[in-house]
Protein backbone atom coordinates (compact mmCIF):
# COMPACT_ATOMS: atom_id res chain seq x y z
CA UNK A 1 0.00 0.00 0.00
CA UNK A 2 1.06 3.62 -0.98
CA UNK A 3 2.34 5.84 2.06
CA UNK A 4 0.83 9.53 1.88
CA UNK A 5 2.89 10.72 4.73
CA UNK A 6 5.97 9.09 6.66
CA UNK A 7 7.52 10.25 10.14
CA UNK A 8 10.05 8.63 11.24
CA UNK A 9 11.80 9.48 14.57
CA UNK A 10 10.37 12.44 15.27
CA UNK A 11 11.09 14.19 18.36
CA UNK A 12 10.82 17.22 19.95
CA UNK A 13 11.81 18.70 23.50
CA UNK A 14 10.39 21.16 25.85
CA UNK A 15 11.62 22.44 28.78
CA UNK A 16 8.46 20.36 30.92
CA UNK A 17 7.35 17.85 27.60
CA UNK A 18 9.46 15.56 25.12
CA UNK A 19 8.05 13.86 21.94
CA UNK A 20 10.29 10.52 21.87
CA UNK A 21 10.83 9.38 18.71
CA UNK A 22 7.18 9.48 16.78
CA UNK A 23 6.89 7.10 13.88
CA UNK A 24 4.01 6.61 11.78
CA UNK A 25 2.56 6.20 8.29
CA UNK A 26 -0.51 6.78 6.65
CA UNK A 27 -1.66 4.83 3.35
CA UNK A 28 -3.31 6.45 0.66
CA UNK A 29 -7.16 6.74 0.96
CA UNK A 30 -7.12 5.79 4.19
CA UNK A 31 -8.59 7.98 7.65
CA UNK A 32 -5.66 7.85 10.48
CA UNK A 33 -6.87 8.70 13.76
CA UNK A 34 -4.62 9.90 16.45
CA UNK A 35 -5.30 9.43 19.82
CA UNK A 36 -4.33 10.41 23.52
CA UNK A 37 -5.38 12.40 26.42
CA UNK A 38 -4.62 16.61 26.55
CA UNK A 39 -1.17 17.13 26.73
CA UNK A 40 -0.10 13.76 25.37
CA UNK A 41 1.82 15.25 21.82
CA UNK A 42 -1.02 14.92 19.93
CA UNK A 43 -0.99 18.45 18.54
CA UNK A 44 3.06 18.97 18.91
CA UNK A 45 3.30 16.07 16.79
CA UNK A 46 1.08 17.35 14.27
CA UNK A 47 3.02 20.83 14.44
CA UNK A 48 6.37 19.12 14.53
CA UNK A 49 5.58 17.04 11.18
CA UNK A 50 4.14 20.46 9.72
CA UNK A 51 7.37 22.18 10.50
CA UNK A 52 4.65 24.48 12.24
CA UNK A 53 7.64 24.34 15.32
CA UNK A 54 11.14 23.54 14.75
CA UNK A 55 11.70 19.91 15.49
CA UNK A 56 14.86 18.05 17.18
CA UNK A 57 15.30 15.57 14.99
CA UNK A 58 13.10 13.46 12.68
CA UNK A 59 12.41 13.08 8.97
CA UNK A 60 9.29 13.72 7.29
CA UNK A 61 7.89 12.10 3.75
CA UNK A 62 4.95 13.46 2.03
CA UNK A 63 3.75 12.34 -1.27
CA UNK A 64 6.95 10.36 -1.22
CA UNK A 65 9.07 13.81 -1.07
CA UNK A 66 11.33 14.76 1.53
CA UNK A 67 9.20 18.11 3.59
CA UNK A 68 12.30 19.89 4.45
CA UNK A 69 13.09 20.17 0.89
CA UNK A 70 9.92 20.57 -0.48
CA UNK A 71 7.89 22.08 1.88
CA UNK A 72 6.41 25.03 -0.61
CA UNK A 73 4.97 21.84 -3.17
CA UNK A 74 3.73 19.39 -0.20
CA UNK A 75 2.28 22.32 1.30
CA UNK A 76 0.07 23.00 -1.84
CA UNK A 77 -1.83 19.78 -1.27
CA UNK A 78 -2.03 19.19 2.28
CA UNK A 79 -5.53 20.96 3.85
CA UNK A 80 -4.79 21.90 7.76
CA UNK A 81 -7.23 22.60 10.89
CA UNK A 82 -5.73 23.88 13.96
CA UNK A 83 -7.66 23.28 17.02
CA UNK A 84 -5.88 26.93 18.77
CA UNK A 85 -5.62 28.61 15.37
CA UNK A 86 -6.92 30.67 12.60
CA UNK A 87 -7.26 33.79 10.79
CA UNK A 88 -8.31 36.64 12.80
CA UNK A 89 -12.12 36.88 13.68
CA UNK A 90 -12.63 39.72 12.37
CA UNK A 91 -12.73 38.74 8.74
CA UNK A 92 -16.09 37.24 7.39
CA UNK A 93 -16.32 34.05 5.08
CA UNK A 94 -16.29 36.17 2.10
CA UNK A 95 -13.31 37.76 2.54
CA UNK A 96 -11.50 34.50 4.02
CA UNK A 97 -12.06 33.58 0.21
CA UNK A 98 -10.20 36.28 -1.19
CA UNK A 99 -7.43 35.81 1.00
CA UNK A 100 -6.64 32.06 0.72
CA UNK A 101 -7.45 32.20 -3.77
CA UNK A 102 -3.86 33.93 -3.14
CA UNK A 103 -2.15 30.98 -1.70
CA UNK A 104 -2.95 27.87 -3.60
CA UNK A 105 -3.33 28.06 -7.43
CA UNK A 106 -6.15 25.18 -6.85
CA UNK A 107 -8.39 27.02 -4.82
CA UNK A 108 -11.97 26.50 -6.24
CA UNK A 109 -13.84 29.74 -4.85
CA UNK A 110 -17.22 28.04 -6.39
CA UNK A 111 -15.89 25.07 -4.31
CA UNK A 112 -15.84 27.04 -0.91
CA UNK A 113 -19.00 28.56 -1.87
CA UNK A 114 -20.82 25.71 -2.31
CA UNK A 115 -19.55 24.52 1.54
CA UNK A 116 -20.08 27.64 2.93
CA UNK A 117 -23.84 27.09 1.84
CA UNK A 118 -23.80 23.61 2.67
CA UNK A 119 -23.14 24.82 6.31
CA UNK A 120 -25.45 27.95 6.38
CA UNK A 121 -22.23 30.21 7.02
CA UNK A 122 -23.06 33.47 5.76
CA UNK A 123 -20.42 35.13 3.53
CA UNK A 124 -20.80 38.76 5.10
CA UNK A 125 -20.93 38.06 8.85
CA UNK A 126 -17.50 38.44 10.70
CA UNK A 127 -16.93 35.24 12.70
CA UNK A 128 -16.50 36.15 15.61
CA UNK A 129 -19.97 36.30 15.57
CA UNK A 130 -20.31 32.14 15.31
CA UNK A 131 -21.20 29.72 17.09
CA UNK A 132 -18.03 26.99 17.72
CA UNK A 133 -19.80 24.39 15.64
CA UNK A 134 -19.90 26.96 12.86
CA UNK A 135 -16.44 28.42 12.84
CA UNK A 136 -14.97 24.80 12.90
CA UNK A 137 -16.98 24.25 9.24
CA UNK A 138 -15.47 27.18 8.23
CA UNK A 139 -11.94 25.77 9.35
CA UNK A 140 -13.01 23.09 7.39
CA UNK A 141 -14.71 24.34 4.39
CA UNK A 142 -11.32 26.80 3.69
CA UNK A 143 -8.99 23.45 4.20
CA UNK A 144 -10.95 21.43 1.53
CA UNK A 145 -11.86 23.77 -0.93
CA UNK A 146 -7.92 23.68 -2.84
CA UNK A 147 -8.53 20.22 -2.96
CA UNK A 148 -5.68 19.11 -1.09
CA UNK A 149 -4.65 15.38 -1.10
CA UNK A 150 -4.05 15.20 2.68
CA UNK A 151 -6.11 16.62 5.40
CA UNK A 152 -4.15 17.06 9.11
CA UNK A 153 -6.69 17.91 11.27
CA UNK A 154 -6.72 18.99 15.13
CA UNK A 155 -9.48 17.74 17.13
CA UNK A 156 -11.71 19.00 14.22
CA UNK A 157 -14.94 17.69 16.59
CA UNK A 158 -14.35 19.34 19.62
CA UNK A 159 -16.90 21.70 20.87
CA UNK A 160 -19.59 20.77 18.36
CA UNK A 161 -23.28 19.59 18.35
CA UNK A 162 -23.80 15.62 17.61
CA UNK A 163 -25.79 17.05 14.61
CA UNK A 164 -22.18 19.41 13.37
CA UNK A 165 -20.51 16.27 14.22
CA UNK A 166 -21.97 13.70 12.25
CA UNK A 167 -22.02 16.54 9.46
CA UNK A 168 -18.25 17.12 9.27
CA UNK A 169 -18.11 13.25 9.65
CA UNK A 170 -19.77 12.78 6.46
CA UNK A 171 -17.24 15.29 4.73
CA UNK A 172 -14.30 13.35 5.99
CA UNK A 173 -15.88 10.14 4.01
CA UNK A 174 -16.71 11.73 1.02
CA UNK A 175 -13.08 13.06 1.02
CA UNK A 176 -11.38 9.43 1.08
CA UNK A 177 -13.67 8.18 -1.24
CA UNK A 178 -12.47 8.01 -4.30
CA UNK A 179 -8.86 6.32 -2.57
CA UNK A 180 -6.46 9.00 -3.70
CA UNK A 181 -6.99 10.82 -0.74
CA UNK A 182 -6.03 10.65 2.99
CA UNK A 183 -6.71 12.26 6.83
CA UNK A 184 -4.83 12.33 9.78
CA UNK A 185 -7.10 13.12 12.68
CA UNK A 186 -6.63 14.07 16.08
CA UNK A 187 -9.24 13.70 18.48
CA UNK A 188 -9.90 12.80 22.22
CA UNK A 189 -13.66 12.43 21.65
CA UNK A 190 -13.03 8.42 20.56
CA UNK A 191 -16.04 7.57 19.04
CA UNK A 192 -16.22 9.84 16.51
CA UNK A 193 -12.93 7.59 15.27
CA UNK A 194 -14.87 4.58 15.98
CA UNK A 195 -17.16 5.54 13.23
CA UNK A 196 -14.71 7.04 10.51
CA UNK A 197 -10.80 5.92 11.41
CA UNK A 198 -9.45 2.67 9.39
CA UNK A 199 -6.35 3.16 11.93
CA UNK A 200 -5.59 4.39 15.44
CA UNK A 201 -2.76 5.69 16.42
CA UNK A 202 -2.42 6.32 20.57
CA UNK A 203 0.23 8.63 21.98
CA UNK A 204 0.83 8.88 25.54
CA UNK A 205 3.82 11.42 27.56
CA UNK A 206 4.79 12.06 24.12
CA UNK A 207 5.47 8.27 22.98
CA UNK A 208 3.98 6.36 20.46
CA UNK A 209 1.77 3.70 22.59
CA UNK A 210 0.60 1.69 19.16
CA UNK A 211 -0.62 2.24 15.72
CA UNK A 212 -3.24 -0.48 14.75
CA UNK A 213 -6.29 -0.81 12.69
CA UNK A 214 -9.43 0.40 14.15
CA UNK A 215 -10.99 -3.46 13.40
CA UNK A 216 -8.15 -5.31 15.14
CA UNK A 217 -7.98 -3.37 18.09
CA UNK A 218 -12.24 -3.56 18.27
CA UNK A 219 -11.95 -7.29 17.00
CA UNK A 220 -8.76 -8.78 18.69
CA UNK A 221 -8.83 -6.43 21.83
CA UNK A 222 -10.79 -7.67 25.28
CA UNK A 223 -11.81 -6.61 28.63
CA UNK A 224 -12.14 -9.17 31.49
CA UNK A 225 -14.15 -8.08 34.56
CA UNK A 226 -12.77 -10.31 37.20
CA UNK A 227 -12.22 -10.61 40.96
CA UNK A 228 -9.05 -10.49 42.57
CA UNK A 229 -8.90 -14.28 43.07
CA UNK A 230 -9.27 -14.46 39.30
CA UNK A 231 -7.24 -11.80 38.74
CA UNK A 232 -4.17 -13.48 40.13
CA UNK A 233 -3.86 -16.54 38.20
CA UNK A 234 -3.43 -14.20 34.85
CA UNK A 235 0.26 -14.25 33.85
CA UNK A 236 1.64 -10.33 33.62
CA UNK A 237 2.47 -11.26 30.18
CA UNK A 238 -0.42 -12.43 29.46
CA UNK A 239 -2.16 -8.79 29.35
CA UNK A 240 -1.48 -5.38 28.27
CA UNK A 241 -2.86 -3.42 31.70
CA UNK A 242 -5.11 -3.76 34.61
CA UNK A 243 -7.34 -1.43 36.23
CA UNK A 244 -8.35 -1.99 39.58
CA UNK A 245 -12.04 -0.89 40.87
CA UNK A 246 -13.78 -1.04 44.27
CA UNK A 247 -15.40 -4.44 43.38
CA UNK A 248 -13.54 -5.61 40.37
CA UNK A 249 -10.18 -5.88 37.68
CA UNK A 250 -11.09 -4.44 34.55
CA UNK A 251 -8.05 -6.21 32.93
CA UNK A 252 -7.30 -5.32 29.44
CA UNK A 253 -6.21 -8.12 26.73
CA UNK A 254 -4.69 -7.84 23.57
CA UNK A 255 -5.83 -11.19 22.03
CA UNK A 256 -9.00 -12.29 23.65
CA UNK A 257 -8.85 -15.63 21.56
CA UNK A 258 -5.85 -16.77 23.01
CA UNK A 259 -6.81 -15.23 26.40
CA UNK A 260 -10.05 -17.22 26.20
CA UNK A 261 -8.21 -20.91 25.11
CA UNK A 262 -5.65 -20.57 27.80
CA UNK A 263 -7.81 -19.68 31.17
CA UNK A 264 -11.02 -21.38 29.69
CA UNK A 265 -12.83 -17.87 30.17
CA UNK A 266 -15.95 -17.37 28.61
CA UNK A 267 -16.95 -13.61 28.56
CA UNK A 268 -14.15 -11.24 27.52
CA UNK A 269 -16.00 -7.60 26.48
CA UNK A 270 -15.85 -6.24 23.19
CA UNK A 271 -13.71 -2.47 24.29
CA UNK A 272 -14.01 0.89 23.23
CA UNK A 273 -11.60 2.85 22.16
CA UNK A 274 -12.12 4.92 24.85
CA UNK A 275 -12.24 1.83 27.18
CA UNK A 276 -8.68 0.93 25.50
CA UNK A 277 -7.12 4.23 26.00
CA UNK A 278 -8.45 4.63 29.77
CA UNK A 279 -6.90 1.42 30.78
CA UNK A 280 -3.48 2.31 29.34
CA UNK A 281 -3.51 5.97 30.65
CA UNK A 282 -4.68 4.66 33.96
CA UNK A 283 -4.20 1.12 34.12
CA UNK A 284 -1.11 -0.51 36.19
CA UNK A 285 1.12 -3.69 35.13
CA UNK B 1 4.22 37.49 -5.14
CA UNK B 2 0.95 35.70 -4.88
CA UNK B 3 1.74 35.28 -1.56
CA UNK B 4 3.00 38.20 -0.46
CA UNK B 5 -0.50 39.55 -1.65
CA UNK B 6 -2.58 37.40 0.07
CA UNK B 7 -0.07 37.83 3.21
CA UNK B 8 -0.98 41.84 2.80
CA UNK B 9 -4.79 41.32 1.56
CA UNK B 10 -5.28 39.40 4.96
CA UNK B 11 -4.21 42.60 7.01
CA UNK B 12 -5.87 44.77 4.90
CA UNK B 13 -9.35 42.74 5.29
CA UNK B 14 -8.87 42.21 9.09
CA UNK B 15 -8.17 46.75 9.08
CA UNK B 16 -11.57 46.95 7.04
CA UNK B 17 -14.14 46.27 10.06
CA UNK B 18 -12.67 48.83 11.22
CA UNK B 19 -13.22 51.56 8.70
CA UNK B 20 -15.77 53.29 10.51
CA UNK B 21 -14.11 54.12 13.41
CA UNK B 22 -11.36 55.04 11.24
CA UNK B 23 -13.50 57.46 9.97
CA UNK B 24 -14.74 58.93 12.80
CA UNK B 25 -11.15 59.34 13.67
CA UNK B 26 -10.05 61.21 10.59
CA UNK B 27 -13.06 63.29 10.87
CA UNK B 28 -12.28 63.94 14.85
CA UNK B 29 -8.58 65.55 13.07
CA UNK B 30 -10.01 67.37 10.67
CA UNK B 31 -12.35 69.29 13.28
CA UNK B 32 -9.32 69.54 15.94
CA UNK B 33 -7.54 70.83 12.65
CA UNK B 34 -10.46 73.53 11.99
CA UNK B 35 -10.38 74.54 15.71
CA UNK B 36 -6.16 74.96 15.61
CA UNK B 37 -4.34 77.76 15.06
CA UNK B 38 -2.27 75.88 12.44
CA UNK B 39 -2.92 73.42 10.32
CA UNK B 40 0.34 72.08 9.25
CA UNK B 41 1.30 71.26 13.06
CA UNK B 42 -1.58 68.96 13.35
CA UNK B 43 -3.09 67.07 10.18
CA UNK B 44 0.09 65.96 8.48
CA UNK B 45 1.56 64.48 11.77
CA UNK B 46 -1.48 62.57 13.78
CA UNK B 47 -3.38 61.39 10.35
CA UNK B 48 0.00 59.20 9.46
CA UNK B 49 0.52 58.49 12.86
CA UNK B 50 -2.99 57.32 13.17
CA UNK B 51 -2.43 54.72 10.14
CA UNK B 52 0.76 53.77 11.32
CA UNK B 53 -0.76 52.68 14.42
CA UNK B 54 -3.18 50.58 12.34
CA UNK B 55 -0.01 49.07 10.42
CA UNK B 56 1.31 47.72 13.54
CA UNK B 57 -2.28 46.27 15.38
CA UNK B 58 -1.78 44.08 13.09
CA UNK B 59 0.48 42.39 15.07
CA UNK B 60 -2.58 42.07 17.64
CA UNK B 61 -4.82 41.20 15.46
CA UNK B 62 -2.72 38.53 14.69
CA UNK B 63 -1.61 37.45 18.40
CA UNK B 64 -5.06 36.86 19.67
CA UNK B 65 -6.02 34.79 16.89
CA UNK B 66 -2.65 32.53 17.49
CA UNK B 67 -2.72 33.00 12.89
CA UNK B 68 0.64 32.82 12.42
CA UNK B 69 1.09 29.21 13.19
CA UNK B 70 -2.15 28.58 11.00
CA UNK B 71 -0.04 30.60 8.32
CA UNK B 72 2.61 28.11 8.51
CA UNK B 73 0.65 25.19 7.16
CA UNK B 74 0.70 27.25 4.03
CA UNK B 75 3.02 27.33 1.54
CA UNK B 76 4.78 30.06 2.60
CA UNK B 77 8.17 30.36 4.67
CA UNK B 78 8.48 32.29 7.82
CA UNK B 79 10.23 35.09 5.36
CA UNK B 80 7.39 35.52 3.11
CA UNK B 81 5.37 36.37 6.40
CA UNK B 82 7.84 39.25 8.10
CA UNK B 83 8.22 40.38 4.43
CA UNK B 84 4.53 40.91 3.90
CA UNK B 85 4.26 42.46 7.24
CA UNK B 86 6.66 45.09 6.22
CA UNK B 87 5.12 45.91 3.04
CA UNK B 88 1.76 46.01 4.69
CA UNK B 89 2.80 48.55 7.86
CA UNK B 90 4.86 50.25 4.75
CA UNK B 91 2.01 50.51 2.78
CA UNK B 92 -0.51 51.83 5.51
CA UNK B 93 2.02 54.73 6.53
CA UNK B 94 2.51 56.04 2.94
CA UNK B 95 -1.33 55.27 2.46
CA UNK B 96 -2.01 57.87 5.55
CA UNK B 97 0.80 60.30 4.44
CA UNK B 98 -1.34 61.03 1.43
CA UNK B 99 -3.97 61.25 3.14
CA UNK B 100 -2.68 63.81 5.84
CA UNK B 101 -0.92 65.92 2.71
CA UNK B 102 -4.57 66.10 1.22
CA UNK B 103 -6.31 66.78 4.11
CA UNK B 104 -3.47 69.39 5.27
CA UNK B 105 -4.28 70.88 1.93
CA UNK B 106 -7.68 70.82 1.86
CA UNK B 107 -8.29 72.37 5.23
CA UNK B 108 -5.60 74.91 4.24
CA UNK B 109 -7.48 75.91 0.93
CA UNK B 110 -10.99 76.02 3.28
CA UNK B 111 -9.44 78.34 6.12
CA UNK B 112 -7.27 80.38 4.13
CA UNK B 113 -10.04 80.68 1.42
CA UNK B 114 -7.47 80.88 -1.20
CA UNK B 115 -4.78 78.13 -2.57
CA UNK B 116 -2.06 77.83 -0.28
CA UNK B 117 0.83 79.94 -2.01
CA UNK B 118 3.76 77.83 -2.89
CA UNK B 119 6.11 78.42 0.67
CA UNK B 120 2.76 76.93 2.29
CA UNK B 121 2.85 74.18 0.06
CA UNK B 122 6.25 73.65 0.46
CA UNK B 123 6.46 73.59 3.99
CA UNK B 124 3.70 71.27 4.56
CA UNK B 125 5.32 68.85 1.93
CA UNK B 126 8.59 69.18 4.24
CA UNK B 127 6.67 68.44 7.54
CA UNK B 128 4.58 65.57 6.23
CA UNK B 129 7.86 64.13 4.47
CA UNK B 130 9.80 64.79 7.95
CA UNK B 131 6.84 63.04 9.78
CA UNK B 132 7.20 59.72 7.13
CA UNK B 133 10.80 59.80 7.93
CA UNK B 134 10.34 59.75 11.71
CA UNK B 135 7.38 56.96 11.62
CA UNK B 136 9.46 55.10 9.16
CA UNK B 137 12.76 55.54 11.86
CA UNK B 138 10.34 54.35 15.01
CA UNK B 139 8.85 51.34 12.78
CA UNK B 140 12.04 50.11 12.14
CA UNK B 141 12.58 49.50 16.05
CA UNK B 142 8.86 48.40 16.45
CA UNK B 143 8.41 45.56 14.01
CA UNK B 144 11.69 44.24 15.16
CA UNK B 145 10.93 44.70 18.76
CA UNK B 146 7.52 43.03 18.18
CA UNK B 147 8.99 40.01 16.85
CA UNK B 148 11.72 39.51 19.43
CA UNK B 149 9.09 39.96 22.23
CA UNK B 150 5.72 39.23 20.85
CA UNK B 151 2.75 41.77 20.40
CA UNK B 152 1.77 41.93 24.35
CA UNK B 153 5.40 42.26 25.21
CA UNK B 154 6.17 44.11 22.67
CA UNK B 155 3.54 46.88 23.20
CA UNK B 156 4.67 48.37 26.47
CA UNK B 157 8.88 47.87 25.34
CA UNK B 158 7.82 49.77 22.36
CA UNK B 159 6.24 52.69 24.23
CA UNK B 160 9.38 53.00 26.33
CA UNK B 161 11.49 52.83 22.89
CA UNK B 162 9.35 55.38 21.38
CA UNK B 163 9.92 57.74 23.96
CA UNK B 164 13.54 56.82 25.00
CA UNK B 165 14.07 57.59 20.90
CA UNK B 166 12.16 61.17 21.24
CA UNK B 167 14.45 62.20 24.00
CA UNK B 168 17.50 61.29 22.35
CA UNK B 169 16.60 62.36 18.92
CA UNK B 170 16.07 66.04 20.39
CA UNK B 171 19.35 65.82 22.97
CA UNK B 172 20.99 65.52 20.03
CA UNK B 173 19.24 67.73 17.56
CA UNK B 174 19.65 70.40 20.39
CA UNK B 175 23.45 69.86 21.09
CA UNK B 176 23.59 70.10 17.09
CA UNK B 177 21.95 73.54 17.20
CA UNK B 178 24.22 74.64 20.15
CA UNK B 179 27.41 73.65 18.88
CA UNK B 180 26.09 75.02 14.89
CA UNK B 181 25.36 78.31 16.68
CA UNK B 182 21.75 78.21 14.70
CA UNK B 183 18.14 78.66 15.79
CA UNK B 184 15.42 76.44 15.41
CA UNK B 185 14.31 77.99 12.29
CA UNK B 186 17.40 77.87 10.55
CA UNK B 187 17.41 74.14 11.89
CA UNK B 188 14.46 73.71 10.09
CA UNK B 189 15.66 74.86 6.99
CA UNK B 190 18.68 73.22 7.02
CA UNK B 191 16.66 70.07 7.31
CA UNK B 192 14.17 71.00 4.09
CA UNK B 193 17.15 71.44 2.23
CA UNK B 194 19.62 68.98 2.81
CA UNK B 195 18.87 66.82 6.07
CA UNK B 196 15.47 65.06 4.65
CA UNK B 197 17.48 63.52 1.78
CA UNK B 198 20.38 62.10 4.00
CA UNK B 199 17.66 61.31 6.46
CA UNK B 200 15.36 59.56 4.42
CA UNK B 201 18.31 57.52 2.65
CA UNK B 202 19.69 56.31 6.39
CA UNK B 203 15.85 55.50 7.18
CA UNK B 204 15.23 53.47 4.34
CA UNK B 205 18.61 51.45 5.01
CA UNK B 206 17.82 51.58 8.67
CA UNK B 207 14.22 49.78 7.44
CA UNK B 208 16.24 47.34 5.39
CA UNK B 209 18.68 46.53 8.32
CA UNK B 210 15.48 46.21 10.54
CA UNK B 211 13.75 43.91 8.53
CA UNK B 212 16.95 41.23 7.86
CA UNK B 213 17.05 41.16 11.97
CA UNK B 214 13.20 40.32 12.14
CA UNK B 215 13.64 37.49 9.57
CA UNK B 216 16.30 36.12 11.96
CA UNK B 217 14.18 36.69 14.69
CA UNK B 218 11.33 34.76 13.27
CA UNK B 219 13.40 32.32 12.06
CA UNK B 220 14.22 31.21 15.53
CA UNK B 221 11.28 31.73 16.97
CA UNK B 222 8.86 28.86 18.35
CA UNK B 223 6.02 29.81 17.05
Not at chain 1, 3 to 27: M, Q, W
Request: hydrophobic share 45%; net charge neutral; with cysteine.
Amino acid sequence: MENILEVKDLSKKYRDFELKSVNFSIPKGMIIGLIGENGAGKTTTIKALLNIINKDKGQVKVFGLDLQKNEKKIKQDIGVVLDDSFFSEYLTPGSIGKIMKNFYPTWDEKLYLKYLEKFNLPLDKIFKEFSSGMKMKLKIATAISHKPKLLILDEPTTGLDPVARNDILDIFQEFIEDGEHSILLSSHITSDLEHIADYIMFINHGEMVFTKSKDELIENFGIVKCDEKDFKRFHTNDYVKYKKNKYEYDILIENKYDFKKKYNISIIDKPTIEDIMLIYIKGEK
Amino acid sequence: MNVLKGLVVKDFQTIKSYKSTVLFMIVIFIVCAFLNGDVTNFLPIFIPLCFEMLGISSFSYDNLANADKYLLTFPIDKKDIVKARYIYILMFTLLGTVLGFVLTLLVQRIKISNVPDKECLSNTLAIIIGSLIAMMFLQAFQISIMYKFGAEKGRIIQMIMIVALMIGVSFIATALMNVLNISLDSFIIILKNYLLAILGISVMMLYIVSFVISCKIYEKKEI
